[in-house]
C-alpha cells in the first residue's frame, strides 16, 4: 500500500525549459511535504517543503505546489540546468513518520 | 560542521555472515533513521530512534534486522545471517527533534552486497 506515489519513474526535459515532477499521497493526515534530491552514490538532500497549510511555496528556481483536494504536489523546475539531473523523491510527514516515494530520474537534455 | 558520517561505504559479503553497518549522526541531532533502497526503489523506513524514547522499530523486514543507539549519538544497523535479498543500499538520516517539519539529512549509506 503506497501512501506517497511517484507514477513517473523517469522525466526528460530540455535544459532552459521547466520541469514539472508529480506526487500524489493517500493519506490526509500528512501535514508536511518534502521534495529531495539525490546524485549517484550520494545521500539525499534536503530540497524544499511545503505545509498543509499553504498552497505554494518557492525558493529561487524551485517551486512546489500542494493541491490538498486532489491530494497532489508538484515541484516546478524553472529554468531547468543540466546539474538538475537527478533522482527527486517526494516525501510526506505526520507526527515523526515520514514516508518517502519510489523517486523520478529527471534527465537534462543539452 | 560534518554531515552524517556512514561506514563503511561499501560492504560485500557471503550469504549467511553477519554484517554491521554504522551511522554517526549530526551533533546535536536527537532523531536517526535508518532507510534501505533496494535497486530502484524507494526508501524503505527501518527503524527510528528519538532521545531516550523507545525506537519505532516498525520497518525492520525480520527479525535477523536489529538496531542500537548509544544516547544521542552513533548508531549501529545489525544484519545477522545475511540473504541474498539484503543487498541494498542502507541510508541513516538524522534531524534535530524529528518533528514532522524538520528535514532530515542524510549520509552517502553503505552499498552492501551479499554474494
Known amino acids: 500500500d503506497q501512501q506517497v506515489k511517484q507514477n513517473s519513474p523517469s522525466l526528460s526535459v530540455q535544459e532552459g525549459r521547466i520541469s514539472i515532477l508529480n506526487c500524489d499521497y493517500t493519506?490526509?493526515?500528512?501535514?508536511?511535504f518534502l521534495w529531495y534530491k539525490k546524485y549517484p552514490a550520494e545521500g539525499p538532500t534536503f530540497l524544499i517543503s511545503?505545509?498543509?497549510?499553504?498552497d505554494k511555496n518557492e525558493d529561487g528556481r524551485f517551486t512546489v505546489f500542494l493541491n490538498k483536494s486532489a491530494k497532489h504536489l508538484s515541484l516546478h523546475i524553472v529554468p531547468s540546468q543540466p546539474g538538475d539531473s537527478a533522482v527527486y523523491f517526494c516525501?510526506?510527514?505526520?507526527?515523526?513518520?515520514?514516508?518517502f516515494g519510489k523517486g523520478t530520474r529527471l534527465h537534462i537534455l543539452p | 560542521g560534518a554531515g552524517v558520517s556512514q561506514s563503511p561505504s561499501n560492504k560485500v559479503t557471503e550469504k549467511g555472515k553477519d554484517v554491521e553497518l554504522r551511522c554517526d549522526p549530526i551533533s546535536g541531532h536527537t532523531a536517526l533513521y535508518w532507510y534501505r533502497q533496494r535497486l530502484g526503489q524507494g526508501l524503505e523506513f527501518l527503524i527510528y530512534?528519538?532521545?531516550?524514547?523507545?525506537?519505532?522499530k516498525s520497518g525492520l523486514p525480520s527479525d535477523r534486522f536489529s538496531a542500537e543507539r548509544t544516547g544521542e549519538s552513533v548508531s549501529t544497523l545489525t544484519i545477522q545471517r545475511t540473504q541474498q535479498e539484503d543487498s541494498a543500499v542502507y541510508l541513516c538520516?538524522?534531524?534535530?527533534?524529528?518533528?514532522?517539519?524538520?528535514?532530515?539529512?542524510f549520509g552517502d549509506g553503505t552499498r552492501l552486497s551479499i554474494l
Open positions: 493519506n490526509s493526515m500528512f501535514d508536511y
Open positions: 530512534f528519538q532521545g531516550n524514547s523507545a525506537p519505532d
Open positions: 538520516a538524522s534531524s534535530w527533534t524529528g518533528a514532522s517539519n524538520q528535514p532530515q539529512h
Open positions: 511545503i505545509s498543509s497549510i499553504k
Open positions: 516525501a510526506a510527514s505526520a507526527y515523526d513518520k515520514i514516508i
